[in-house]
Structures are given as structure tokens and as C-alpha cells.
């Protein structure tokens, strides 16, 4: 069989399948379904796919199904460190004038998170470089937003959440609410870089290739409000090694924030309070009825 | 953002993905990658992916997955299902004149099978129609292929393969050689269309988009020799309702037989052989050194 035999071949095999999905009842997964159909088969053509690659297709996607448990998700891993999850993001979060730029949620967000005061400290146990953050949520155009939740999630000095450290709980992840300002505050500390779990297929992808495992420093927000889009983010810190490199591909350059130095001091109550760093960020929050 | 600018961040993000594969040692792996995510970075766009389409995607490919184990293999049957198997069956095995097309292994060939004499009835303790068949096995100018084996595996009256029915092992599956003359014999029954395992993800899926689980009646023959392509393939009975919407896209015109009608007479040794159907079948080996 020549070349051309093939492709016409497989083309009238590509569109035998793509015909077989005409009665499905749901128009919307017919049509994902064929052209699900037909990126598969391009993709299986275009590299001339082996039947040994095949198998070892087949291979990678049992043992990738047989690492999902309920605190571990490998097939996230997969769609995130083939750029998948962030190309999702993309199609479903459009940027618009005013309003911060979304990426990827992570495994790590564990809700419900317990509402703490202004100010807060939710490093707990955790040690580190002490880092006070500020930040006010508006309207694109730029009218405060009071009473909108705001999560934060973050890994420790050591690259780790608290939900990969058993018994530390709740550290390093707390529920704020914005006042009448839209402001709100709290102690942390410094995050570091951390490597996505790579015990597993897709860390074997990631080393087969060459490619490291690791995400730069970053917190996570996700900030909601009654007639607005839900804003899930993080800010990643600046001068991290991984900025440019982030195993998942989340980095944007809109969320790339400078800490400060601050010198040791008193606060208002006359408190002593140590050298730390400081972080006052501004996040803009898209109108729900602005969708896209 | 406009649909311009979606699809230029999205370019730009599928660039980035494709460079980070760049320093993958193994070029074919890097090839094979790269194309992976342009498709399915495409496929995204294509169809605007929404977030619970892709979270229901990471459900379906997890619960896939877990469907996996020793005896079932739901990747393969969604790949079958996709028609994406039949595809990579037709890159790897190009037709030649003089040989018999390829299709799919399926999941039922359980090696090694025992070696039977010519004339073996393999239907055990199964109960059918009488099926004679009698088969040469040539070279693609029309030599005999002597010292052939020939693996012949085929579901039961019922739709079901052995394995499928425990105690009842190495039914209606053997091994046999052929001849001097190229040629082998056996009796069996005849099959019956059948479903694919369909209590899984795989079934809801088909079930979702208004497809049936059967295949067409068949029997499967893997045959091998030392200096020839080893054949998978199967022989399909003509006239069975599902010929044209094989769950998995396995029949090729040239593949479909009829069966002949035989009277009950004496064969001979004298012994009295009643009313049967009988198939009589020509393959054509691909000699190893012609590879594509």
C-alpha cells in the first residue's frame, strides 16, 4: 500500500466513526466526540504511530488511571504538564480591561477554608520568612467590592502543603472576607518553589524527556462574589528560577509580584514586629453578566 | 478577549508546550509528544472546550482506568470504540496484493493454545450450528506455507468466549499446523455476533451517543512462520446484521465469507456426518522482508 493509499484509507476509516456518533441525542457531545475522533486519528497518522507505541499508550493511561485515588489525581497532572489545563483556562477565562488573569486551580485546594480575622496569622506551625499581605478586590473599574470571600493556599518553606503533611491541617490555607474598602490582610510566609508530585507516569514522562518537575513560588486566591465570575489565581514571586519554566505552564506575566523588604519596627498597638516582607497586591474581579 | 486573541494566546501557549519537549534525548519520543499536544491542543479550540466538559473528561479517563485490571482492559476498548486500533492496525499492516488484510487482535487471544491434529473438534462443551473448516495458507504468488501455526479463537453460540464463562477453559480456541500442502482443518460451530464488555465507561459512552456494543459474527486467526509477517485477522460470516456497524470498525469487505450448507452424508472412514455449514478459506502470508 502507498502513502496515499493509507491516508485515504484512514481517512474513510476516520469518517466511518465520526458517522457512527450522527444519532448521539446531545448535539454538544456529538460534536466533541467527532472531533475528538478526528484529532486522534490526524495525530496517530501524522507521527505513523506504532503498534509498540500503541501498546505503551495503552500502558501509560492504565497505570495513570490506577494512580487516582481520592488525594491523588494523576490525569490532572497529565492534561497540566501537557499545557491542556491551562488552554482550558484560556477558552473559559478571557481576559478583559480591569480584571486579573486567571490560571490553573492546582490539586491542592481542599475547601471548606475556615473564615479567620483581618490580619491573621495561618502560618501555624509552618517556618519561614515572615510576609504580610494586603490586598483590595474592585470592579474593573476600580470601585471597591466588600464582603467577597477570599481563599488563599500556599506550600511551606520546604515546598509542601499542609495536605501533604499529615497532622498540619489547615495551616497555610484560610477563608478572608473583604471589608467595606474591599481590603483585607494577613501574616504568611514566604512561599517556595515546589516539585507537582512525580512519584508516578507523568513524573516518568517528565524525566523521559527532560523536563523538571517543578512550579515557582506562588500563593493561590480564589476570590468570589454574588454577580461576579469566581477568580481563580495565584501570584508567583518574583525572581523565582522556575518562572519560566513551570511544569504546569500557569505563569503569566500579570501575576508576577515584587515583595518588599520591610525593617523590624512597632505596629499601631505598640507591638514589636520583626524584619519581614511585604506584599500589597490590587485584584480585579470581571462582572458575571460580561460573559464572554 | 477576542476570539483573534484566544487563538493567538493559545498558539502562543501550545508553542511554549511543543518547546518544552525540546530537550528530550529520544527524538521519537519528543516527535510523538509534540504532536500529541498540537492535536489535542487543537482539538480544545476546535470545540471550546468548557471547564466541566474537561472535568468530566479527567472522570471518564479516571474511571476508565479503575475499569482496568488482569482481565479487562477499557483502554483498549475505548481505543477499539474510536476506531483508533483499526487505524493504527492500518499503518502498521499495509496490504499487499496476494495477502490477507489485518484487523484487530481484540481481547479475547489468551496464549499459548494447545497444538491440535487436523480434523479436531474445538467447540468442547459448547452447543451450536456444526461448523466445518478447512483453510491453506499461501505465499502471495500461491505457494503452500508448510509448518505454519495457526491460532483460531472464536466466541460461542451465545456470544461468548470461553474465558468469559469460568470451567471452561480452551474452548473453541487451538493451535494447528499446517501441512505440506499449506492446509488445516477443524470443526467448531458457528459464532454469533456478540458485545463488547459493556458495564463500563466504555458502554456508557456508546450507550450515551445512541451506539450499539455488537460485533459481527467472526473467527479469529493469528497465524506466524519464521520469515513472514505474523497475520491477525479474522473471517467475518456474511449476513450478520452488525457487519456494517462493527462497534469497533473491525470489517473489511475482503474478510466477510460465506458459509456453505453441507447434507448429512458419511465421510471417509464411514462415520455418519450430519447437516453442517462449511467454510472454506485461502490466506496469504506477507513475506517479512517486504516491510513498508
Not at 58 to 73: E, P, S, Y
Not at 81 to 90: K, N
Not at 209 to 217: D, F, I, L, M, Q
Not at 222 to 238: N, Q, R, S
Request: aromatic residues 8%; hydrophobic residues 40%.
Amino acid at each position: 500500500m502507498t502513502a496515499q493509499t493509507l491516508k485515504s484509507d484512514a481517512n474513510a476509516l476516520t469518517e466511518e466513526v465520526v458517522a457512527s456518533f450522527a444519532n448521539a441525542e446531545n448535539p454538544r457531545l456529538r460534536e466533541v466526540l467527532q472531533s475528538l475522533v478526528r484529532h486522534l486519528h490526524a495525530f496517530a497518522l501524522d507521527v505513523n504511530l506504532s503498534m509498540s507505541e500503541w501498546e505503551t499508550a495503552i500502558g501509560f493511561l492504565t497505570q495513570t488511571g490506577h494512580m487516582c485515588d481520592d488525594k491523588r489525581q494523576e490525569f490532572i497532572l497529565l492534561s497540566d504538564t501537557l499545557g491542556f489545563s491551562m488552554l482550558v483556562d484560556a477558552i473559559n477565562h478571557r481576559s478583559m480591561e480591569g480584571t486579573t488573569e486567571t490560571t490553573v486551580l492546582g490539586p491542592f485546594y481542599v475547601p471548606p477554608l475556615k473564615e479567620r480575622p483581618h490580619g491573621s496569622d495561618i502560618a501555624g506551625a509552618s517556618q519561614g520568612t515572615p510576609l504580610h499581605v494586603s490586598a483590595q478586590v474592585l470592579t474593573p473599574d476600580g470601585k471597591p467590592i466588600a464582603d467577597a470571600w477570599v481563599d488563599v493556599w500556599q506550600s511551606d518553606d520546604d515546598g509542601y502543603y499542609d495536605v501533604q503533611k499529615p497532622g498540619q491541617e489547615e495551616n497555610l490555607r484560610a477563608r478572608f472576607r473583604t471589608d467595606a474598602e474591599g481590603r483585607l490582610s494577613f501574616w504568611s510566609i514566604v512561599p517556595t518553589f515546589y516539585p507537582i508530585p512525580h512519584d508516578g507516569p507523568v513524573g516518568k514522562m517528565l524525566e523521559a524527556v527532560g523536563r523538571h518537575p517543578y512550579r515557582p513560588a506562588h500563593i493561590h486566591f480564589m476570590i468570589g462574589k454574588d454577580g461576579y465570575d469566581t477568580l481563580v489565581t495565584h501570584l508567583f514571586i518574583a525572581g523565582d528560577d522556575y518562572l519560566h519554566s513551570d511544569a504546569v505552564f500557569g505563569v503569566k506575566e500579570q501575576l508576577i509580584v515584587n515583595l518588599t523588604d520591610e525593617e523590624a519596627g512597632w505596629n499601631a498597638s505598640g507591638e514589636r514586629i520583626g524584619a519581614h516582607k511585604s506584599l500589597d497586591h490590587t485584584f480585579g474581579l470581571r462582572p458575571a453578566a460580561a460573559a464572554s
